[in-house]
């Protein structure tokens, strides 16, 4: 079996949300989110863009609702031993096959939670779910739950999580001789790509953000390339990922003479990932780190200029995004504890001058101060 755990690790995390289940006085919980259930069982699919749903009862028996084309890669990738196929065919409603599972496995009338927050359950999938189970029993919304589970890392996930950063780090390593006058973003990409996946790693959960030019000012993947020119800016958002546990990183890079604008920015961006850093501690919450970042920018006369969230967790995610909850921004009141891998990210961008500036690197945890697990430095990057 492609599992990337012990089975001790497995039975350790169904514990945890047997202990979840029992507070929140829930029989039942149907998981959605691929994430969840790959954290809780090993299952490793992109076949939740279809209708699926892991059954967890409170007693921590489990059983898998899916399509035939996901039946071997859930007996070879997880810990699963039920498995349950809803059939495709004209007006198939999964949502039925799995209301009748729900009585199969004597849940009528129980109270029963959904994680609904999640891309594995399209609003249209949710309607025809909840017509299904509204007099079936007592539903309530458990998004939170596994996801809040998964924020606090494991020996294990973190020993992932720092082979992700070091695959981060062989990224910007193969990037580096490339970007120089002439030098074109498509091989860029492929050779952080390419260095990725050679160090045993994975796709990312999303694209690599990378752009130059007037494009260096995007926060987001695009399609198209250009080649730099002599005086240029780069900006790439990457990660490092090793069994969908990502370690992201972000850095503009300059070719040529460093503007005086680029300067400023950098200057403010590295006091402000700084400042966050020491906001990164236990006894302070994601509102406080966030709240570092904006008065450092403030300082700096940049607050038009940032973004209103400077970071999130991360962790094992799938598509369409890496970015975990909870984020930081403004008054979120979620403490910062021990054993959290958190991406923290100075983003400025200067739309006047067209002038593009951001640091970001992943952190772990501790009782005291974070831990970069990049090998890379903070210093300015002019090539």
Known sequence: MALHFERSEFDARRDRLMIELAEKKLDAVLLFAQESMYWLTGYDTFGFCFFQCLVVKADGSMVLLTRSADLRQARHTSIIDNIVLWTDRDGANPAIDLRNLLNDLDLLGARIGVEYDTHGLTAFNGRRLDEQLQTFGQIADASGIVSR????????????????????????????????????????????????????????????????????????????????????????????????????????????????????????????????EKAMTPGNTFGDVFDAHARTLEAHNLTKHRLNACGYSVGARFTPSWMDMPMFYQGNPEPIAPNMTLFAHMIIMDSETETAMTLGRTYLTTESQPKPLSRHDLDLIVQ
């Open 149 to 276: 589970l998964r924020l606090f890392k494991s020996p294990a996930e973190i020993a992932k999580a720092e082979k992700a950063a070091n695959l981060a780090d062989d990224a910007l390593d193969a990037a580096l001789p490339l970007i120089k006058q002439g030098g074109d973003e498509a091989l860029i990409l492929a050779a952080m790509q390419g260095a990725v996946f050679a160090g045993g790693g994975d796709y990312p959960a999303n694209e690599f953000i990378i752009g130059s030019g007037a494009d260096a000012l995007l926060c987001r993947y695009k399609a198209g390339r250009r080649k730099l020119t002599k005086n240029d800016q780069l900006t790439l958002e990457w990660a490092g990922v090793f069994h969908h546990y990502h370690a992201p990183m972000m850095r503009t890079v300059l070719t040529g003479k460093v503007s005086k604008r680029h300067q400023e920015l950098f200057d403010a961006a590295r006091a402000a990932l700084l400042a966050v």
